[in-house]
């Protein structure tokens, strides 16, 4: 209990802290355009859309689920890295605390896979040769691909591009069933809102 | 005991027959009672709007359908285009502050990123007013000057200024790439020992300095002369020349572009 209390107290300042970045970049830049220094006015929109990927990935992380199978969130390995630009912004969520049997989740904006992955799911007899078959998860198409797992154990991973962003979704270990069954807890239609 | 089986199979086979058959005839019927009705729907309209379909006359108000295309559009004749209106920048700033304040960052990136777009377009349009009128006897033609940004979150391309100068057949084209992630190829020609100049052979490029940054030539004798100059960190300038004399006559038409103004503008140092 005093974990959930320490970890949502550390959520709620680390917001704040994003939140005064932002506030302070918005003066830096309305003052910098105003005097002509538009370089400068330019940097400073490019640090608030940072402070702002980083605001929204923590946002989507509050609402991935709790758990996932019999695996809980490790919230210590929650992470949201800001790179505003080529990537956009990269959301980790990792399920259980085995490093070998986690099973994780990446939610990547602006990924330049996005268009390899669109085509594949338009062109079904692409998608569906022997590794890969096109699924949908919460009414969105969806790719699942069969990989290799240690001591020839075959594993499954999820990837589903929402607009530009894409989610992939790994669980080594459990069947193609039971990877797709979870992969429908994520609340995809809401990432999918505040990434737009 | 086959025979009664040969039996049940011919009899299955032919009341399948005689089952898609029947429901091809409903489907016949079907789509000739749709038609029917859409034609009733269709007069009952075109008589309500005042339109006459019979009327063969070629002097009838009917449209003018002689452009038309394979698919049966007509093309377009008119319209002057879309107004190239840069986005206001202080009312995106305020809209992004007022997102952000409800908790609508999808908002509030959209409103950041319009204003970065319109920030970018004013530098590119200060710049393209800071270069010259004529280089080398080459006219600026104003109707080709194009100043592109996909804004921030694009990433790819950045902020694209580019510019030329015409004289007959002779022409020297300008592209400055900002924030430009395939500048880093260029780079790679300073950086990577495999890229080496030769001595012997056909010299198709090679490296110099212009007004002191380190540049690539390169000549192919298609398309001319063609300078790449990488400046700061994410910078490009790109220069080609058509049917220039040599490559003395081409820098000497680069060198009137001022390279330290178009930094300082960018930002790079």
Same mark, same amino acid.
């Given at each position: 209990?005093?974990?959930?209390?320490?970890?949502?107290?550390?959520?709620?300042?680390?917001?704040?802290i994003n939140?005064?970045?932002?506030?302070?970049?918005l003066?830096?830049?309305?003052?910098?355009?105003?005097?002509?220094?538009?370089?400068?006015?330019?940097?400073a929109?490019?640090q608030m859309?940072?402070?702002?990927?980083?605001?929204?990935?923590k946002?989507?992380l509050?609402?991935?689920?709790?758990?996932?199978?019999?695996?809980?969130?490790?919230?210590?390995?929650?992470?949201?890295?800001g790179?505003?630009g080529?990537f956009?912004?990269?959301?980790h969520?990792?399920?259980?605390t085995v490093?070998?049997?986690?099973?994780d989740?990446?939610i990547?904006?602006?990924?330049p896979?996005?268009?390899s992955?669109n085509?594949?799911?338009?062109?079904?007899?692409?998608?569906?040769?022997g590794?890969n078959?096109?699924?949908?998860i919460?009414g969105?198409?969806?790719?699942?691909?069969?990989?290799?797992g240690?001591?020839?154990?075959?594993?499954?991973?999820?990837?589903?591009p929402l607009?530009?962003?894409?989610?992939?979704?790994?669980?080594?270990?459990?069947s193609?069933?039971?990877?797709?069954?979870?992969a429908?807890t994520l609340?995809?239609e809401d990432?999918?809102?505040?990434l737009? | 005991?086959?025979?009664?089986?040969?039996?049940?199979?011919?009899?299955?086979a032919?009341?399948?027959?005689?089952?898609?058959?029947?429901?091809g005839?409903?489907?016949?019927?079907?789509?000739?009672?749709?038609q029917?009705?859409?034609k009733?729907?269709?007069?009952?309209?075109?008589?309500a709007?005042?339109?006459?379909?019979?009327?063969?006359?070629?002097?009838? *108000?009917?449209?003018? #359908?002689?452009?038309? =295309?394979?698919?049966? @559009?007509?093309?377009n004749?008119?319209?002057?285009?879309?107004? &190239?209106?840069?986005?206001n920048v202080?009312?995106?700033l305020?809209?992004a502050e007022t997102?952000?304040k409800?908790g609508k960052?999808?908002?509030?990136r959209y409103a950041v990123?319009?204003?970065?777009?319109?920030?970018?377009?004013e530098i590119?349009k200060?710049?393209?007013?800071?270069?010259?009128?004529?280089?080398?006897?080459?006219?600026?033609?104003?109707?080709?000057?194009?100043?592109t940004?996909?804004?921030?979150?694009?990433?790819?391309s950045?902020?694209?200024?580019q510019?030329?100068?015409?004289?007959?057949?002779?022409?020297?084209s300008?592209?400055i790439?900002?924030?430009?992630?395939?500048?880093q190829?260029?780079?790679?020609?300073?950086? *990577?020992g495999?890229? #080496?100049q030769t001595? =012997?052979?056909?010299? @198709?490029?090679?490296?110099?300095?212009?007004?002191?940054?380190? &540049?690539i030539i390169?000549?192919?004798?298609?398309?001319?002369?063609?300078l790449?100059?990488?400046?700061?960190?994410?910078t490009?300038l790109?220069?080609e020349?058509?049917?220039?004399?040599?490559?003395?006559?081409?820098?000497?038409?680069?060198?009137?572009?001022?390279?330290?103004?178009i930094?300082?503008?960018?930002?790079?140092k």
């Open positions: 209990m005093k974990k959930i209390v320490f970890a949502f107290i550390f959520f709620i300042a680390c917001f704040q939140a005064q970045d932002f506030a302070k970049r003066t830096e830049a309305k003052a910098a355009y105003s005097s002509g220094k538009l370089d400068d006015s330019r940097f929109m490019e859309l940072q402070e702002l990927d980083v605001i929204t990935g946002e989507v509050k609402i991935l689920p709790a758990k996932m199978g019999d695996k809980s969130a490790n919230a210590k390995a929650d992470n949201v890295t790179s505003s080529f956009g912004v990269i959301i969520r990792e399920y259980g490093d070998s049997s986690n099973i989740l990446e990547i904006s602006n990924s896979l996005i268009s992955i085509a594949i799911l338009s062109v079904p007899f692409m998608g569906a040769s590794d078959k096109i699924i949908k919460n969105y198409k969806a790719l699942v691909e069969k990989v290799a240690p001591n020839e154990r075959t594993d499954y991973e999820i990837q589903l607009n530009s962003a894409l989610i992939t979704f790994k669980a080594p270990g459990y193609q069933d039971d990877v797709i069954k979870m429908n609340p995809v990432i999918a809102k505040m737009q | 005991m086959l025979i009664p089986r040969i039996l049940t199979c011919f009899s299955i032919l009341l399948t027959c005689s089952t898609s058959n029947s429901q005839i409903l489907k016949k019927i079907k789509d000739k009672a749709q029917a009705a859409d009733v729907v269709d007069k009952k309209i075109d008589n709007v005042g339109v006459d379909n019979n009327n063969s006359n070629p002097n009838s *108000n009917s449209p003018d #359908m002689s452009n038309v =295309g394979r698919s049966g @559009k007509p093309s004749k008119t319209g002057e285009g879309l107004i &190239s209106t840069p986005p202080n009312e995106n305020t809209s997102s952000f409800a960052y999808s908002d509030a990123r319009q204003a970065m777009l319109g920030v970018q377009m590119g200060n710049i393209l007013a800071g270069l010259p009128e004529t280089i080398s006897g080459l006219k600026k033609d104003a109707t080709t000057d194009q100043v940004s996909a804004g921030w979150g694009m990433g790819w950045g902020l694209t200024i510019r030329d100068y015409k004289d007959g057949d002779k022409q020297l300008f592209t790439a900002n924030n430009a992630v395939w500048m190829a260029v780079n790679m020609y300073f950086n *990577n495999g890229y #080496m001595s =012997g052979g056909d010299q @198709k490029w090679k490296q110099i300095k212009v007004q002191d940054e380190k &540049s390169e000549f192919d004798a298609s398309s001319g002369y063609k790449s100059v990488p400046v700061g960190q994410t490009l790109v220069y020349g058509i049917n220039f004399t040599n490559e003395q006559d081409f820098m000497t038409a680069i060198n009137q572009i001022n390279i330290a103004s930094k300082k503008q960018l930002g790079e």
